[in-house]
Each structure stands twice: as C-alpha cells, then as structure tokens.
C-alpha cells in the first residue's frame, strides 16, 4: 500500500505561504492540502482561487482542493484553472452530486467527495465508481488543530471495503487530527491518504514529523 501525507496549508504562517509549501515539499510531502471555507456551508474563511493559483508554482507537489464552500459548482472551474489536481467537496453542499463529480472531471481535476463525521457512507452508493477520492472527516470540518474523533476508524474500515470490492484505484484519505500517535490507527482501518495540518505546521522539524509518520506506516 502507498502511504501519502498531504499537509494542510491552514496550519501554515499565512504571512509566509509560498515558503512554508516549499518547506513541506521539501520535508517529503506528496500532496499540498489547500483547505477552502466560505464563512457559509463552515464558519471560517479562508483562501480561493487566488492564492491557489500563487501557490502553485511554489512546487510540484499536487493540489488537493477540499472545498468546504456552498454552492459549489461556480467555483471549480476557477480552482481547475488556479492548478488543482484534485478538488473534494462535500456533498450536502451541493444541489445535485453527480452533476459536481462530472464538472470537476471535464474541468481536468480528479474528483473527491467528503463525508463529515455524522454523514453516512450510504452517499457513495451512486458515486463511489465515478470519484478518485473519497476524504473521511475526523472532525467537523471548519478549523484546524481538533481532536481526532475516534468513531471514524469504523467507517474507514467500511469504505476500504467498499472501494476493494469495487476493485478500482481510489484514494481514501482522512483528515482532522491526524498526529504521529494516530496516523497508524486510520491506516490500519484502511486509509492511505492522511491530511495532517497543526501536527506537520505546528512542529518545529517538518521533516522529522513526516518522517516520523512514514514510521509508523511502514509498520501497519
Ligand atoms: C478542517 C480541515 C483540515 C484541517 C486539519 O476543516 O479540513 O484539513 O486543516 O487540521 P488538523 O490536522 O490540525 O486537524
Ligand atoms: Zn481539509
């Protein structure tokens, strides 16, 4: 199983963005987390397409949009231009879920969808073919720095099924939380992708904490 970190720019000097997503490609991340809040569907405000657009030159790490933003659909095609390789969104806040997975598709994105802690795993009955993704909440989206809330670690357990049953390559990511004592417990459920924003950006040695999570993955 390929393990991937994605950090979650939220936690980052937002005075020194551009420098702080070189730190992180240069401490081993694969992914750059790019967390959108619209002070609407969450109650903070972020960044938009802007920012992601300056951000992404800053790397080669890939652009995983998590939108946490309603409605959804006018802006994806501005963050598909802004260079997201993947754009997540969640699907209460969205009219029509299948509608958005396809427009991120055209747009040339790889598509995710979100499922908030208390949001059930019944939403990818219809979807679950057609996305690259699937993001598991591990807290209730909105800030960074919560507790991980353990009650996700079954409902990892039961997408990792669904998603090998189908038998096609989609990333299983998690995010809120996620620290170096934990990360192993969200992988053996069965997630390969772990979203880590204060435990990466809060630590001193970017590198050494990535290097510490990859630790306790090899051993799952
Ligand atoms: C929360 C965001 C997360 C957040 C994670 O709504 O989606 O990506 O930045 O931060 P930590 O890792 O600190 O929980
Ligand atoms: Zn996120």
Redesign the pocket.
Same mark, same amino acid.
């Given at each position: 199983m390929a393990f991937r970190i994605a950090p @979650?720019i *939220?936690s980052a000097d937002f005075a020194r963005l551009g420098e702080e997503v070189r730190a992180v490609a240069a401490a081993g991340a694969d992914l750059v $987390?790019? /967390?959108v809040m619209d002070n609407h569907y969450v109650p903070n405000l972020t960044v938009g397409p802007l920012v992601c657009a300056a951000l992404k030159p800053q790397s080669k790490l890939p652009l /995983?949009v $998590?939108l &946490?933003v309603r409605p959804v659909d006018r802006i994806i095609p501005d963050f598909a231009k802004a260079g997201a390789s993947i754009i @997540?969104f969640h699907p209460e806040a969205s009219e029509h879920v299948d509608r958005t997975i396809a427009l991120i598709k055209e747009n040339g994105c790889k598509a995710g969808l =979100?499922l908030n802690p208390a949001t059930p795993v019944s939403f990818l009955d219809y979807t679950l073919e057609k996305l690259d993704l699937v *993001?598991l &909440?591990s807290v209730n989206?909105g800030f960074g720095g919560q507790q991980f809330i353990r009650s996700v670690l079954p409902k990892i357990a039961e997408v990792r099924k669904r998603i090998d049953k189908l038998g096609k390559d989609i990333w299983l990511e998690v /995010? #809120?939380g996620i620290k170096t004592d934990n990360i192993a417990d969200a992988a053996k459920a069965g997630a390969d992708t772990f =979203?880590a #924003?204060s435990a990466i950006f809060g630590s001193k040695d970017y590198a050494a904490t990535i290097r510490q999570m990859r630790e306790k993955l090899s051993v799952v």
């Open positions: @979650s *939220l $987390h790019f /967390d /995983d $998590h &946490m @997540s =979100v *993001l &909440m989206p /995010d #809120g =979203v #924003g």
